[in-house]
Every structure is written in structure tokens, then in C-alpha cells.
């Protein structure tokens, strides 16, 4: 299978532990994106990378959360001192380098915090 | 920020049946993207709208975009129990911004056999 794969799928944590949440998109794809999905509404944005370039980030994304993709291959989401509105599905997706281009998303990372 | 709105928010319908769901967003748009989300598992995409189309097909999909109107609706034709989903819609703005797709809340279809 060569599609967007996320580990783990499924992560519960105690509030204020740190959390690490690893995507591997489909590999000629440029583009990576992280998005949170909360139940009952539709992904949101977080960060994108180019590359190994992160370009954009959202406000939504605090100083807590942190992503790298290190040599353009996978990337990694940290979330630290994890708080109970963290509690989400974290979803990556990649895509190529062209604006407009269709998301391939991964199964997702369901994030509970105790 | 969430760009789209789809509506109905619920839609519940019998096997055979046609599904319509609407969306409406804010901002000019490069294209429009339809995703299919199965309960608790990441998107699928299904069809993508550009700005300068009206109208869409793909297989038992249909999706017609009015940007006058700023909206889109997707009608799924002989709906199956396996169509039973929730659908987005999302927004790529283009230019500076087309890294973002931007997602409405979605239509949580249900199909009855």
C-alpha cells in the first residue's frame, strides 16, 4: 500500500505529558499538511511543509505544538504539556507541488488526553 | 476558520434514493473539492470543481459550482449503504494561498438498506 500511513492510530495521554505523532505521506509528493479535526466539524488547517521547508503555520498551532519533516520524507507533529482541548484527530495529508492539488489523507491519529 | 458550510448538517435516505448536499463559502476560490469521511477514519477524495467549471461528473457523483453564488452541491444518484458517510467540502483559494484547503463543518448522510 502505497498510501499517507499515521502512527499511532489511536494515543491517550495524561494532561501535561508530551505526545509525538509521526505521518509518512506518499513519497513523490512535495507537499505535507497537518491538520486537527474535532468531532462534528471539518478538518482544520494547522502547517504545511515544501519539501523540508515548513511555509506556513496557523495560529491555531501554539508554541506547545511543534512540526519538522526532516529531509523532506516523513514528518513528525509534538504536541507538548498536552492539554484536554488537544483531545482530537490529527490528520495528515501530502499531496504534489502544484496549488490545487487533490489531498491524500492518512487515517488519522485519535489524541485523547486524560 | 471554517470557508464552507454544507447543508443540511443530517441527511437520512433509503437505498436507491438520490442525495443532495449543498455548500456555500465566503471568498473567491481557485477550486472547490468534495471529500468522503467514513466514521472515524481519514478523508477520501471524491471530485474536484474548478472555478471556471459549471458542472461535473464522476460516476453516480454530479457537482455544480456557482460562483456567483458562491456555492456547490453534490448529488450522489442511487445512493448505496456503503455511500453512508460524512461529506466536506473544501475551498482552495489559490494564488498565495493554495497550500490551504479550507473545510466546511460536512452533511453526515445516512442510507437505510
Known amino acids: 500500500d502505497t498510501g499517507v500511513s499515521q502512527d499511532p492510530r489511536h494515543k491517550i495521554t495524561k494532561r501535561g505529558q508530551n505526545v509525538t505523532f509521526r505521518c509518512d505521506p506518499i513519497?513523490?509528493?512535495?507537499?505535507l499538511y497537518w491538520y486537527r479535526q474535532t468531532l462534528g466539524q471539518g478538518p482544520e488547517f494547522l502547517t504545511y511543509?515544501?519539501?523540508?521547508?515548513?511555509?506556513?503555520k496557523s495560529r491555531l498551532l501554539s508554541d506547545r505544538f511543534s512540526a519538522e519533516r526532516p529531509k523532506g520524507s516523513f514528518s513528525t507533529l509534538e504536541i507538548q504539556r498536552t492539554e484536554q482541548g488537544d483531545s482530537a484527530m490529527y490528520l495528515c495529508?501530502?499531496?504534489?507541488?502544484?496549488?490545487?492539488?487533490?489531498?491524500?489523507f492518512g487515517p488519522g491519529t485519535r489524541l485523547t488526553v486524560t | 476558520s471554517q470557508q464552507g458550510e454544507e447543508d443540511p448538517q443530517a441527511l437520512s435516505i433509503q437505498e436507491g434514493e438520490n442525495a443532495t448536499m449543498n455548500c456555500s463559502y465566503k471568498?473567491?476560490?481557485?477550486?472547490l473539492q468534495w471529500y468522503r469521511q467514513n466514521s472515524g477514519r481519514g478523508l477520501v477524495h471524491l471530485i474536484l470543481i474548478r472555478s471556471n467549471e459549471r458542472e461535473k461528473h464522476s460516476g453516480r457523483l454530479r457537482v455544480t459550482l456557482d460562483t456567483s453564488k458562491k456555492s456547490s452541491s453534490l448529488l450522489i444518484t442511487a445512493s448505496r449503504a456503503a455511500d453512508t458517510a460524512s461529506y466536506f467540502c473544501a475551498t482552495d483559494a489559490g494564488g498565495g494561498s493554495n497550500y490551504k484547503l479550507t473545510f466546511g463543518k460536512g452533511t453526515l448522510l445516512t442510507v437505510n438498506p
Open positions: 471568498t473567491s476560490i481557485n477550486n
Open positions: 511543509f515544501q519539501n523540508e521547508a515548513q511555509l506556513e
Open positions: 495529508a501530502s499531496s504534489l507541488d502544484t496549488g490545487g492539488a487533490v489531498r491524500y
Open positions: 513519497s513523490e509528493h512535495n507537499r
